[in-house]
T-cell receptor, first 116, second 116 residues
């Protein structure tokens, strides 16, 4: 079974600064996907960024980027130029290679507060 | 992008009654849907995988007789909480991949259940 661990229950950052959220996972799979989801106060889950395990290049989406270290089983999220709208719960998630299961395994979450 | 709806968004019921929550994929067909439960300030916990035309697969520790899942069509899955008790009060979220070969998973907006 896969496990996903987020070691930072809460974090805060000043507006316009950069923050990094940590995530580690444990799996025996060699082919998988990793995701960061955002859950704002509305509680609607929003996909922030994804990473395919077979890709060495770190994924980026505008102000969001990841540091994927496959050997270390680490998948951190960096948010640059933080905005007030980034305030939310952030969940790291693991998915086995598509076709085996689309089931997501979530970490415990990190509550991020962006301060003006 | 694909849209998943849930109904109702909020429901209050009395202890001992049953309540049904619907999850619909509005613009795509979903042979599989997932049901999650989320307690306040906690992560999403997978309850079961809903499979169109066949029985749902429940996660360990989830009572299948209490949480009845029916996936009667390619766009609708329902979760019925039977004989609800206050401890069943929670936020229930469904999700669906857009196809069996897709990592893209879309989440419903969630249903808040309060049992009095």
């Amino acid at each position: 079974a896969q496990t996903v661990t987020q070691s930072q229950p809460e974090m805060s950052v000043q507006e316009a600064e950069t923050v990094t959220l940590s995530c580690t996972y444990d799996t025996s799979e060699s082919n998988y996907y990793l995701f960061w989801y955002k859950q704002p106060p509305s509680r609607q889950m929003i996909l922030v960024i994804r990473q395919e395990a077979y890709k060495q290049q770190n994924a980026t989406e505008n102000r969001f980027s990841v540091n994927f270290q496959k050997a270390a089983k680490s998948f951190s999220l960096k948010i640059s130029d933080s905005q007030l709208g980034d305030t939310a719960m952030y969940f790291c998630a693991f998915m086995k290679h598509v076709g085996v299961s689309n089931m997501l395994t979530f970490g415990g979450g990190t509550r991020l507060m962006v301060k003006p | 992008g694909a849209v998943v709806s849930q109904h109702p968004s909020w429901v209050i019921c009395k202890s001992g009654t049953s309540v049904k929550i619907e999850c619909r994929s509005l613009d795509f067909q979903a042979t599989t849907m997932f049901w999650y439960r989320q307690f306040p300030k906690q992560s999403l916990m997978l309850m079961a995988t809903s499979n169109e035309g066949s029985k749902a697969t429940y996660e360990q520790g989830v009572e299948k007789d209490k949480f009845l899942i029916n996936h009667a069509s390619l766009t609708l899955s329902t979760l019925t909480v039977t004989s609800a008790h206050p401890e069943d009060s929670s936020f229930y979220i469904c999700s669906a991949p857009t196809s069996g070969s897709s990592y893209e998973q879309y989440f419903g907006p969630g249903t808040r259940l309060t049992v009095t």
